[in-house]
């Protein structure tokens, strides 16, 4: 009715009432195309698309999409690692083995603290996506660069918590090594940075 259909509501006019229903939200649909399109082309990104169309397809088609599991994010990692053997380099490599083990929870369990979290969440934290790229070129440039800062007491003064930091931009996190000394640390720190920390600001 709301579409525009007046006749009566039997199986012998389910045609109509389709037509009616598809009529109603194309007449919908055409302003507010047309309005995208008009702001597109102060871009221009309509010549693009038109240049382009394989390449900016799965922007606006949806198409399956595949959700990232724990060894994805683990293999896409980048670890500025300090030099082999010092102490600095130990406890980073000590955070990234914590980072699969929280992974891996979140991947098996889907709550952290009673909360709902999946490997997604925590893509989209690091990254601004949840889902694995589609196109070969985003697949081959995907990684996710980890950063380690050793020295945010010396520079922030006496503190109680640090939270990562993520750029989704460059897609890097940094760890506040200080702040993760046990994996009852990182796993508490990490779910509520991917948690809360879903803005585009710091935390």
């Given at each position: 009715?709301?579409?525009?259909?007046?006749?009566?509501?039997?199986?012998?006019?389910?045609?109509?009432?389709?037509?009616?229903?598809?009529?109603?939200?194309?007449?919908?649909?055409?302003?507010?195309?047309?309005?995208?399109?008009?702001?597109?082309?102060?871009?221009?990104?309509?010549?693009?698309?038109?240049?382009?169309?394989?390449?900016?397809?799965?922007?606006?088609?949806?198409?399956?999409?595949?959700?990232?599991?724990?060894?994805?994010?683990?293999?896409?990692?980048?670890?500025?690692?300090?030099?082999?053997?010092?102490?600095?380099?130990?406890?980073?490599?000590?955070?990234?083995?914590?980072?699969?083990?929280?992974?891996?929870?979140?991947?098996?369990?889907?709550?952290?603290?009673?909360?709902?979290?999946?490997?997604?969440?925590?893509?989209?934290?690091?990254?601004?996506?949840?889902?694995?790229?589609?196109?070969?070129?985003?697949?081959?440039?995907?990684?996710?660069?980890?950063?380690?800062?050793?020295?945010?007491?010396?520079?922030?003064?006496?503190?109680?918590?640090?939270?990562?930091?993520?750029?989704?931009?460059?897609?890097?996190?940094?760890?506040?090594?200080?702040?993760?000394?046990?994996?009852?640390?990182?796993?508490?720190?990490?779910?509520?940075a991917v948690k809360y920390g879903g803005g585009f600001h710091r935390v």
């Open positions: 009715i709301s579409c525009g259909y007046t006749s009566q509501i039997t199986l012998e006019c389910k045609e109509s009432i389709i037509r009616a229903i598809v009529l109603h939200s194309t007449t919908r649909l055409i302003p507010m195309l047309q309005q995208i399109r008009k702001g597109m082309e102060l871009y221009g990104l309509v010549n693009q698309m038109a240049a382009n169309p394989e390449a900016c397809r799965s922007l606006f088609v949806p198409g399956k999409i595949i959700k990232p599991d724990a060894d994805f994010i683990i293999m896409n990692c980048q670890p500025n690692f300090s030099e082999k053997g010092t102490s600095k380099g130990r406890t980073e490599r000590k955070i990234i083995n914590f980072l699969q083990d929280f992974l891996q929870e979140v991947e098996m369990s889907g709550t952290i603290y009673f909360r709902p979290l999946a490997v997604p969440h925590v893509l989209q934290w690091m990254t601004g996506q949840s889902h694995i790229p589609m196109l070969p070129d985003e697949k081959r440039h995907f990684k996710i660069t980890c950063n380690f800062d050793h020295n945010c007491r010396e520079r922030l003064g006496d503190h109680a918590v640090c939270y990562p930091i993520v750029s989704a931009c460059t897609q890097t996190v940094t760890f506040p090594v200080q702040h993760l000394s046990t994996y009852t640390d990182f796993r508490r720190i990490m779910s509520e």
